[in-house]
């Protein structure tokens, strides 16, 4: 097949565009994963990284409060019961209201950058790269107005379900951030890296545009009207104000993180790029390749059809996150040491990095939910209990926060110490910051389920059998991990990337397989699907091999 077809044509069924999306997300991950390594052999936990982390956080604001008033969840619905005529007036514009609203207040955020910066960061601010910090904060602003047209063009792209451009732009964004890191850090410092992010953000937007000129849909400058903007960002400010008590509630945690020492922020950001990992493969894949079918469902008033997309997606999110997990609990150590394990990046901040990402992955299977659960309740036309439930989540998760830091040591910081196995690390009440971060997930998809009982009648009762077998599988899968680990331990010593990579590449092998044979003998439906659709993939390649004309040697 052509690499033009492949790359242009639509997605049919819900599992095949979620494999397909996890398969993307996977080597986007990769490059990721790639990108933190640089940056924790360039800079280790330090000052330098906690500054380009922080900084990082004010655009991201940005882009929940003003991006997402004309995001994909809301023009997604509409274009998709529009002509082409319609769907470039509405293209056109969004994209100057954004362009126009974005633009006014990161005009506004760059003139008061010192004072923003300062009042969150006071240790940081004070920092001799105090002039990098305040332009790179700057340069950053520019970022979320990009991202922001590519969310309004990238709904083109989903609406025709080209899953493979809309998988693909993440590679291009930290393509352009390691670009940014390898060849411009050297020239301009702390600036540069924010240049690469520009870049890789403008390459995001870009990657979206072939299906938007083959529909015909090309957006203009266009000044917005009032009667059809309306529609359009009174539906989008419950889910704008969501993203932005999000992203309020990471800033403010960061900004406790700040002040917990020297390299906080850098291992609480690393274990949050880690369990983004399987976040990305589990909760992102099946949520967006969820939410047009979701959105389509609902506009026709199917609710049976709409009940069981998103508890064939629920089902397999929490089956997979509990296992994965699992394995997390068990291989923590080898995954940091493998991909942060390297040159300024010293063995204090591997071990908490490996601590931190564990609590972060026990609200790993609610994170994956509540992907799948919000664009559900967008998809259903009740944008505002999303921001509802962000709002008492996010008070949840920093009133927590608090509470847990202001608790003598002995009370529950100590034992957490001595479970993880980091006592004698400096910087542990971070884990309180996750801890508090991973409750208040579950806390938040606790309120979904229940506002989900009435577009989707039932579905609570259908995820308590994969949370039973997913237990069981995950406590397969870590003990043979485990197992492994130790039966390994004997026979090498771990003191090279290879042997570290090796060891843990095994046991997770091992790991996977006693899942599996667990899930085969309790008939886990989940797991039979999968199965199923493999033998297909495999009869169907065999069929097509078969059928293949014979050649001139070989008898007819």
Same mark, same amino acid.
């Given at each position: 097949?052509p690499?033009?077809?492949l ?17 993307l ?16 052999y ?9 500054l380009?982390?922080a ?6 604001l940005?882009?929940?409060l003003?991006s ?7 023009i997604i619905?509409?274009?998709?019961r529009?002509d ?6 509405l293209?056109s514009?969004t994209?100057?209201? !954004? ?5 006014a207040?990161?005009?506004v955020?760059?003139?008061?950058m010192p004072?923003?910066l ?8 004070a ?5 990098d910090f305040i332009?790179l ?10 991202l ?8 083109v792209?989903?609406?025709?379900r080209r899953f493979f ?6 590679? !291009? ?5 390691i ?10 410092g ?9 870049l890789?953000?403008a390459?995001?937007?870009a990657i ?8 015909g ?12 903007m309306?529609p ?5 400010v ?5 993203l932005?008590?999000?992203?309020v ?6 900004a406790f993180?700040s002040r917990?020492?020297?390299g906080?922020?850098s291992?609480?950001?690393f ?5 983004a990992?399987?976040l990305?493969?589990?909760?992102a894949s ?17 609710r049976?059809e709409?009940?069981?997309?998103l508890?064939?997606g629920?089902?397999?999110?929490? !089956?997979?996150?509990i296992?994965?997990l699992?394995?997390?609990?068990v291989?923590r150590?080898h ?8 040159g300024?990046?010293?063995w204090?901040?591997?071990?908490l990095?490996?601590?931190?990402f564990v ?10 939910l509540?992907?799948?659960f919000?664009r ?26 608090l ?20 006592s004698?690390?400096?910087g542990?009440?971070?884990l ?9 997930? *579950?806390?938040?998809v606790i309120?979904?389920l ?9 579905i ?8 039973r077998?997913?237990?069981?599988a ?13 039966f390994?331990?004997? *026979? ?17 092998a ?5 899942a599996?044979?667990?899930l ?6 989940e797991?039979q699907? *999968? ?5 297909r993939?495999?009869?169907?390649g065999t ?14």
């Amino acid at each position: 097949m052509p690499v033009r077809e492949l790359v242009m044509r639509p997605v049919g069924s819900l599992h095949q565009a979620a494999y397909l999306l996890a398969g993307l997300t996977l080597a986007s991950q990769i490059i990721a994963l790639l990108r933190d390594r640089m940056f924790a052999y360039s800079f280790g936990a330090g000052q330098t990284l906690d500054l380009y982390y922080a900084a990082f956080r004010v655009p991201d604001l940005v882009f929940a409060l003003v991006s997402s008033l004309v995001s994909a969840y809301v023009i997604i619905p509409l274009i998709s019961r529009m002509d082409r005529e319609e769907t470039q007036k509405l293209l056109s514009e969004t994209s100057t209201f !954004l362009f126009a609203a974005g633009g006014a207040l990161c005009i506004v955020l760059a003139i008061f950058m010192p004072q923003f910066l300062s009042w969150l960061y006071p240790t940081l601010a004070a920092s001799p790269a105090q002039g990098d910090f305040i332009l790179l904060g700057r340069i950053l602003l520019i970022q979320p107005i990009l991202l922001g047209l590519s969310g309004i063009i990238s709904s083109v792209t989903q609406v025709n379900r080209r899953f493979f451009l809309f998988a693909l732009s993440p590679v !291009l964004y930290n393509l352009g951030i390691i670009t940014g890191t390898l060849f411009l850090y050297p020239l301009w410092g702390l600036p540069g890296i924010g240049v690469g992010v520009v870049l890789g953000a403008a390459a995001y937007m870009a990657i979206n545009f072939p299906v938007v000129i083959a529909a015909g849909v090309t957006p203009s400058w266009r000044w917005p009207t009032f009667s059809l903007m309306l529609p359009v960002v009174r539906h989008s400010v419950p889910r704008s104000l969501a993203l932005g008590m999000s992203a309020v509630t990471t800033l403010i945690l960061t900004a406790f993180a700040s002040r917990i020492g020297t390299g906080s922020v850098s291992v609480f950001t690393f274990a949050a790029n880690l369990e983004a990992v399987p976040l990305g493969l589990i909760g992102a894949s099946y949520a967006v390749a969820a939410f047009p079918a979701l959105s389509q469902a609902s506009a026709l008033e199917r609710r049976d059809e709409f009940t069981a997309i998103l508890s064939a997606g629920a089902r397999h999110v929490i !089956l997979w996150s509990i296992v994965a997990l699992g394995l997390i609990a068990v291989l923590r150590a080898h995954i940091v040491r493998v991909i942060l394990g390297t040159g300024a990046f010293d063995w204090d901040a591997t071990r908490l990095t490996a601590a931190l990402f564990v609590v972060l992955a026990v609200g790993l299977a609610a994170d994956a939910l509540e992907l799948l659960f919000s664009r559900a309740l967008y998809a259903a036309r009740q944008s505002w209990r999303p921001l509802l439930y962000q709002i008492a989540a996010g008070i949840f998760k920093i009133g927590l926060a608090l509470a847990l830091l202001s608790l003598p040591a002995p009370y529950l910081l100590t034992p957490l110490e001595t479970f993880l196995k980091v006592s004698n690390v400096p910087g542990t009440p971070v884990l309180l910051l996750a801890l508090a971060s991973a409750a208040g997930q *579950i806390f938040l998809v606790i309120l979904s389920l229940v506002a989900l009982r009435r577009v989707a009648p039932g579905i609570a009762r259908g995820l308590i059998e994969p949370i039973r077998e997913g237990c069981l599988a995950a406590i397969a899968a870590g003990a043979a991990a485990y197992v492994t680990l130790k039966f390994g331990g004997d *026979i090498a010593p771990l003191t090279t990337l290879a042997a570290v990579f090796t060891e843990g590449m095994i046991a997770g092998a091992v790991g996977l397989a006693a899942a599996a044979l667990v899930l085969y003998f309790i008939g886990n439906k989940e797991f039979q699907g *999968i199965v199923e659709a493999v033998t297909r993939l495999v009869r169907i390649g065999t069929k097509r091999l078969a059928l293949l004309a014979p050649s001139g040697e070989e008898p007819i």
